[in-house]
Nanobody, 119 residues
């Protein structure tokens, strides 16, 4: 089972992007998934969180602008980012804790995708 993040790019301030994190493989169910972001010299920041039951939580810095959602049929979690600001520029990473067929938790991390917001 692997995670594949995509959807980053360059956008002007005020614009939107949608990031995707696809889970490949089978025989699992989602416990929860997260989107993080990191910029050089700064601590990694948890941006958004979603549980397998669809409960969400957001960093204060993105509340009202970002939306995390999941498509269980496609095993994909999305991060819709609206009203982007230059300070949102970062490498965005997705991570997941899944349950395997034995019911054991499995932690996964994906590669990052760069988001750049120009002023």
């Amino acid at each position: 089972v692997q995670l594949q993040a995509s959807g980053g790019g360059l956008v002007h301030a005020g614009g939107s992007l949608r990031l995707s994190c696809a889970i490949s493989g089978s025989g699992f169910r989602i416990n929860y998934m997260d989107w993080y972001r990191q910029t050089p010299g700064k601590q990694r920041e948890l941006v958004a969180h979603i549980t397998g039951r669809g409960i969400t939580n957001y960093a204060d810095s993105v509340k009202g602008r970002f939306t995390i959602s999941s498509d269980n049929a496609r095993n994909t979690v999305y991060l819709q980012m609206n009203s982007l600001k230059p300070e949102d520029t970062a490498v965005y990473y997705c991570s997941a804790v899944l349950f395997n067929q034995m019911g054991d938790p499995v932690a996964l991390g994906g590669q990052g995708t760069q988001v750049t917001v120009s002023s």
